[in-house]
């Protein structure tokens, strides 16, 4: 069995076990202790190339493609899998990992090997917008502002660089005013800090923007979230981690195939943790069960 592997180095944090320099020896190991003859492995440096990497694999002739990344490799790395039929197996490497916990992957390198080659294939949806394919959260607001700090402005990663660049957004960012139109219904209109267009259910470590959200469902779930006061913070917080967020007095929440989200000055989005352009008016549009994962 031949296995491609990509391997970002720079992804999350550093593991004890697992120094950066040696992900690729680990890995390539536990591939072959479980099955795989041949392992080609990539090394990340940039964007882009786990996209090359994942074409090359295809021209030569892959078994299965193996990453090991945070939500931004996952989603390069994805992106360029779609509709190929080709299954993908994730160790998860990143900060927060919101789509592999999502998927229920064990977070252990070890284990999620195993997952990669022994787990069951599942057909997941993807989304599109602008062109570009997300996997597990998009976002326009707040939350790409805090994506945009934290990949930017943090040598560290991990949780406390993460918390702290939520906390020194918080201080400045404003509430905007989106007009949310719903497939072919009336445009909504709300004041929000954020609108987030979810595959999956949560930004990683357990904070679940869309508790209800499933990558099969072949819908989006939309969640605006009005502005984060002092008191909504102290009151509700709490809730993003039990799966009641939707139960926060005045949180927008519903369903759909294809979403327009507009505003009046230009904002960045993120996807999958990863920003792109401003923009003011987005057009987002589910691809049914486009990409094959492993899963347990």
Do not use: K
């Not at 993908?88 to 916990?101: Q, T």
């Not at 252990?108 to 080659?117: G, K, L, N, S, Y």
């Not at 599942?122 to 939350?143: C, E, K, M, Q, Y």
């Amino acid at each position: 069995m031949t296995v491609d592997l990509i391997v970002n180095p720079a992804s999350g944090p550093d593991l004890r076990r697992v120094p950066r320099r040696d992900r690729v020896d680990f890995v390539s190991r536990a591939l072959r202790a479980h099955g795989a003859t041949t392992v080609r492995a990539t090394v990340t440096t940039g964007q882009g190339d786990g996209l090359q990497a994942v074409r090359h694999a295809l021209e030569a002739g892959t078994d299965r493609v193996v990453v090991w990344g945070g939500d931004g490799t996952l989603n390069e790395v994805a992106g360029a899998m779609l509709g190929t039929g080709l299954a993908l197996g994730v160790v998860p490497g990143g900060s927060g990992n919101g789509l592999s916990r999502g998927l229920g992957l064990p977070q252990a390198p070890e284990a999620a090997v195993a997952v990669a080659m022994h787990g069951r294939a599942r057909d997941i949806d993807s989304g599109l917008v602008s062109g570009r394919p997300f996997f597990n959260l998009a976002g326009v607001g707040f939350d790409a502002a805090v994506a945009e700090r934290f990949n930017t402005r943090n040598l560290r990663r991990g949780l406390v660089p993460y918390v702290t660049s939520i906390l020194q957004e918080w201080r400045t960012f404003e509430p905007r005013r989106f007009t949310i139109t719903l497939d072919d219904h009336v445009p909504v209109v709300t004041e929000a800090h954020f609108v987030v267009v979810c595959n999956g259910q949560q930004y990683g470590h357990g904070a679940r923007v869309a508790p209800d959200a499933a990558f099969d469902d072949g819908q989006f779930d939309v969640v605006a979230v009005p502005h984060i006061t002092l008191s909504r913070l102290v009151r509700h917080g709490w809730r993003l981690f039990n799966g009641t967020l939707p139960a926060v007095p005045g949180v927008f929440t519903a369903r759909a195939r294809r979403v327009v989200v507009a505003h009046a000055d230009a904002l960045p989005i993120h996807l999958d943790g990863e920003v792109f352009d401003a923009d003011t008016r987005r057009i987002f549009e589910v691809r049914p069960r486009s990409l094959r994962v492993m899963v347990p």
